[in-house]
Structure formats: structure tokens, C-alpha cells
């Protein structure tokens, strides 16, 4: 079941909110402090990006696109269904692909 959901928050087309950050980081059991080196950041900023509640968190594109890959990383996808969801995240925001490629 809630590997379902994580799946869904991966595709999803909307930017994810604070409640989603949140419910996703306290899924793997981590502490702000934790999730937070996955990103390069420190455990404030994270909660900073829950604090948003239901509206969009506050963190960069390209983070999430990482935290997105992550989840697909942790739900045991093949290599082609990441690259591809890689691609269409890309694709959606041309921005971030400036930024990553």
C-alpha cells in the first residue's frame, strides 16, 4: 500500500507539499538531520519544506527531482523506468534541466 503511494508521489504532475515531504522522510524513519544529507542540506531547511503543510514545499526543482528518483530508487524500479521518469521531470520543468545537464 504505501509503496503505491510513494509510487504516485513520484509521477505525480503537482510539486509536492510540505505534508508529502514530511509523510516521505518519516516513512524512511529519518530525522530531519538525516533526510537532509541526501540533499546537501541541513536538517532546518528540510523542516522549513515541511512547514508548508498542504501547500507546495518550498525546495528547489532540482531537489525535487533527486527526492523523486529516491523514491523510485527505494521502490525497486529498473534503471529504464527512472531514466524515464527522469526525462519527463526534466521535460516539465526545462529549467532544472539547465541546471542538471
Not at 530531519?32 to 519544506?49: I, N, Q, Y
Not at 524500479?77 to 519527463?88: C, D, G, P, R
Request: charged residues 25%.
Amino acid at each position: 500500500m504505501k509503496k503505491d503511494l510513494l509510487e504516485r508521489l513520484a509521477y505525480r504532475r503537482a510539486r509536492m507539499t510540505g505534508d508529502q515531504v514530511r509523510f516521505i522522510r518519516l516513512h524512511f524513519n529519518e530525522t530531519a538531520v538525516e533526510f537532509g544529507r541526501h540533499f546537501g542540506v541541513k536538517g532546518p531547511k528540510v523542516l522549513s519544506w515541511e512547514k508548508t503543510k498542504h501547500r507546495e514545499a518550498s525546495m528547489p526543482w532540482t531537489t525535487e527531482i533527486v527526492l523523486r528518483l529516491l523514491l523510485l530508487t527505494f521502490i525497486n524500479k529498473t534503471s529504464l523506468e527512472i531514466h524515464a521518469l527522469f526525462k519527463w521531470l526534466l521535460i516539465t520543468n526545462p529549467i532544472a534541466a539547465k541546471t542538471l545537464l
